[in-house]
Each structure stands twice: as C-alpha cells, then as structure tokens.
C-alpha cells in the first residue's frame, strides 16, 4: 500500500531526523515527564508465585509497545519497599536501561498490580504534549534507534541513566494526531504480527516434522513392512527384528571431551572454535563460530584432531544434546562444553549423527540432567546409552534419507525465516515514517470490531 504525504514540510533541526510535517514540533521527551524513576534493588529473595507481578526487560521487546506476560515474575512486596514509586499504573511507559535497550511497552488498562524491577525506567506522563502510545512507538522508530546508538544501545555502555530516558527526542504531533496515528500504527503492526505468527506456526510444525523423521527412521528404518521385535527397552519400544541394540562406546574408535577452559579469541584468528551456539540438529553453523589462533587451535587438539565425519556433541548448557558432523575441508577445535565421537567400523557416522539427534538418545539425555537449571550430561553416562543398530549399508540408506528430507525441511524453514525477516522490517519501515512524518495517515479510522472480523 502506498501512503500519501503531508502538504507542506520543515528542517526539524534534528541533523538525523531531517524534514518533519511544518505544524510538527520536537522537543525531548522530559518536557512531558510527570513522574521518571526506575525500581529497587534486592528483589529477587522475594519471589514468589502468588505475588504482585514484577515487571523486568524481559517483559519488554523492541517489536510492540504492548507488555509480553508470558514470562513473568511475580514477588512479594519486601518490607520497607519504596512501594507506590515503582509501582506502575495503566499509561506508564516503561523503558529498558540496561540490556536490550530500545525495548519498551505501555503499560495497559486493567493491568493488576505490578512494580518495575531496577533495569526498568518508568515514565508517567502529563500527556499535555505526548500520548503514551505515541512515546512507544517513537522510542522503537528510528528516532529512538538514533538516540539510542549515542547513549549506549550499539556503543560501549550498557546502561541508561535516567537522565537518557528523560532527553529522548520526539516529535510532537497535535494530541488528536498522535491518537490517529497510534491507532494507525496499532491496525498495521497487528496485521503484520499476524502475519508473522503464522510463519512462525508453520517453522515450529516444520521443526515438529523434522524431528519426527529422523526419530522414526533411526528406531523403525524405512521399510513399514519388516517385522518388529521388542528391544528390551521401556522409552524405545519394538525396532525391526533384525537390529541390534549397542551401547555408544562399542561403536566409537574415540571418544573425544573439551578441554574445560575458555579458548582466547586474540591474535591471527583463522580456526573455528565450535560452541554449543554452533550446533543444532544435524547442522554445523561454521558462519557464526568464532576464530580462534593456531597457537589456540594447536592446543586444543591435542587430545584429537577433528576430522571429516567425526560427530561434534553439545553436552552442556541450554543447547545440550546436539549433534553435527565434521563437514570436509575445515580445520577446527571444540570450545567449551563439546565432545566428539569418532566412529568405528561397526557405525556410519551419518547414521550416529542423527541417532544421537532422535527423541531416542535425548530421553536418556533428559534423564541423566533431570530438572537442572545447568543441565549438563557425563562422558561416563553418554557412551553406556542404548541405541538400535541396523546392518551398516542399512544405516548409510537410513542417513541419505533423512539428508534429503531434512534439507527440504531447512529449506521451508529458512524461506519462513526470510519472511519473518521481511515483515519486520517492513514494520519498522511503517513505524518510523509514521512518527517522523513521512507518510500522512491521518486519515486513518480504526475499524469496528465487526468490520475487523
């Protein structure tokens, strides 16, 4: 859709911000401030499941103005607790000042108790300049973005003082204007989170589906009409009747564990250090791996040196139990909390790597960490898992499939991704030329809730 622009324009005397609608003004946020302030310290022995709600950075994005409970925090209110100045009431705008800066929400309309946790800036407005809504939605636009990249958001601070909150540059559209506009804005960003949602749908029941193939071929095989036996095991069930079941350490030549300390990242740096970061199922993101030197390399593997086919495993951490191949024609090392598996006659290396990435393998994983918050798997308990092993040429035609169908799956994936990444910058696109004036929607009449549907 294209939208008109306004009739007459003027040098906003902002160098980055340029031209802006001629009956616009901009002024800095603090020219509207009622009330600024930030929360308490020594929160956090309060928690509490049944307590007020206690509103963090988490719960604040850079893609909507509008609060994510879906992880909240709740808390007992501590003795002595400064009570009423943190507490936030329905209009607040609510501005993270420490990590992911440039994150921000308004607070809602019926919203039950909640207090803002000390990475949080709390803004109430005298509202004679600004709407809330209107705050929001500058403070994700560009304008902010530019404010942001001066006070700390992309340099070398990682907070915000009060101060910073309170001198962010907005522009100031009639109060009736900046109502249309935010509703205009409202409208357009929930139709393209809308959008968003449904490709974020269609990944998660591709990620479904992926899984599901490999888990199915590496415990069933590719032939529905072979007989079944039971395996012996509870969470494994019947395999088909001439497999074996092994334990991992009778089909590895090497089993092969990191050395537990953090490689340097200095010097000449030319070899990739794989962290778990860098493995998902089935796929080595060398892309995003970070270098090492060769004095580093060297020293890291001297226990073994990662080879074409060598299986990389993440056994620590919130990305445990996954596995990758050694791709060919690239030296690299483990960085912290890998292992590596190199097989022995009896195994395929294909086949293990999706073995040891099937819903087979991670029940055990899930029951050797249980319920930790720092899951991490042993050597001693990773090389006695049980898994199914078809005859050899059976798993090299068990491996080629899964590769096909799960490079099909990636590829559906990374167009949804693509699209994702397309429908939010054209959202920020929107929001931007919204707030600084470049496109005139004042126009704009939000539909009936009938007419919506």
Same mark, same amino acid.
């Given at each position: 859709m294209t939208f008109p622009r306004y009739a007459d324009y003027k040098d906003s005397g902002v160098e980055w911000l340029g031209e802006v609608p001629a009956h616009w003004g901009v002024v800095s946020l603090k020219r509207d401030i009622a009330f600024l302030t930030s929360g308490s310290r020594g929160w956090a022995e309060h928690y509490s499941d049944d307590g007020v709600l206690f509103l963090r950075i988490g719960n604040l994005t850079r893609d909507s103005i509008t609060l994510d409970l879906s992880d909240i925090?709740?808390?007992?209110?501590? +003795?002595? %607790?400064?009570?009423?100045?943190? $507490?936030? =009431? %329905?209009?607040?705008v609510l501005f993270s000042i420490t990590a992911y800066l440039g994150s921000v929400a308004v607070a809602p309309k019926g919203l039950e108790e909640a207090y803002v946790s000390q990475h949080v800036a709390l803004v109430r407005l @005298?509202?004679? &300049?600004?709407?809330? %809504?209107?705050?929001?939605?500058?403070?994700?636009?560009?304008?902010? #973005?530019?404010?942001?990249?001066?006070?700390?958001?992309?340099?070398? &601070?990682?907070?915000?003082?009060?101060?910073?909150?309170?001198?962010?540059?907005?522009?100031?559209?009639?109060?009736?204007?900046?109502?249309? #506009?935010? %509703?205009?804005? +409202? @409208?357009? /960003?929930? &139709?393209?989170?809308a959008l968003v949602a449904e490709q974020e749908k269609l990944i998660a029941l591709l990620k479904e589906k992926r899984q599901a193939v490999i888990s199915h071929a590496v415990t069933k095989g590719l032939d529905p009409s072979v007989?079944?036996? *039971?395996?012996?095991?509870?969470?494994?069930?019947? =395999?088909?009747?001439?497999?074996? #079941?092994?334990?991992? &350490? @009778?089909?590895?030549?090497?089993?092969? *564990?990191?050395? @537990?300390?953090?490689? /340097?990242? +200095?010097?000449?740096?030319?070899?990739?250090?794989?962290?778990?970061?860098?493995? *998902?199922?089935? #796929?080595?993101?060398?892309?995003?791996? $970070?270098l090492v030197s060769r004095e580093i390399y060297e020293e890291r593997i001297q226990r073994l040196c990662p080879m074409a086919g060598d299986i990389l495993y993440s056994r620590e951490g919130e990305r445990f139990g996954m596995a990758a191949l050694v791709p060919e024609d690239v030296n690299l090392c483990l960085g912290q909390r890998m292992m590596m598996f190199r097989t022995n006659e009896r195994a395929h290396p294909a086949f293990m790597m999706w073995l040891l990435n099937s819903d087979a393998v991670y029940q055990q994983v899930l029951e050797k960490v249980g319920g930790s918050t720092s899951p991490h798997v042993n050597i001693s308990d990773i090389i006695n898992f049980h898994v199914p092993l078809p005859p050899k040429d059976e798993q090299s035609r068990i491996a080629e499939r899964i590769a096909i169908i799960a490079t099909s799956v990636d590829t559906l994936t990374a167009e949804a991704e693509r699209a994702i990444a397309l429908l939010k910058e054209r959202r920020s696109a929107l929001i931007s030329a919204a707030v600084t004036g470049k496109i005139d929607v004042r126009w704009f009449v939000a539909p009936t809730p009938q007419e919506a549907a």
């Open positions: 925090q709740r808390v007992n209110l501590p +003795d002595g %607790a400064e009570g009423e100045r943190t $507490r936030v =009431v %329905a209009g607040d @005298h509202q004679r &300049k600004f709407i809330p %809504a209107w705050v929001g939605y500058v403070t994700l636009s560009n304008i902010g #973005i530019s404010y942001l990249e001066t006070r700390g958001y992309g340099g070398t &601070k990682v907070q915000l003082s009060l101060d910073d909150v309170a001198n962010l540059i907005v522009t100031t559209p009639p109060l009736p204007e900046q109502t249309a #506009i935010a %509703a205009f804005l +409202d @409208h357009e /960003t929930g &139709k393209i989170d007989p079944l036996k *039971d395996s012996g095991i509870e969470w494994l069930g019947e =395999v088909p009747e001439h497999w074996e #079941i092994s334990r991992m &350490k @009778h089909l590895c030549s090497h089993v092969v *564990d990191c050395l @537990h300390t953090t490689p /340097t990242y +200095d010097g000449e740096l030319e070899y990739p250090a794989i962290r778990t970061a860098d493995v *998902d199922r089935g #796929i080595l993101l060398l892309d995003q791996a $970070r």
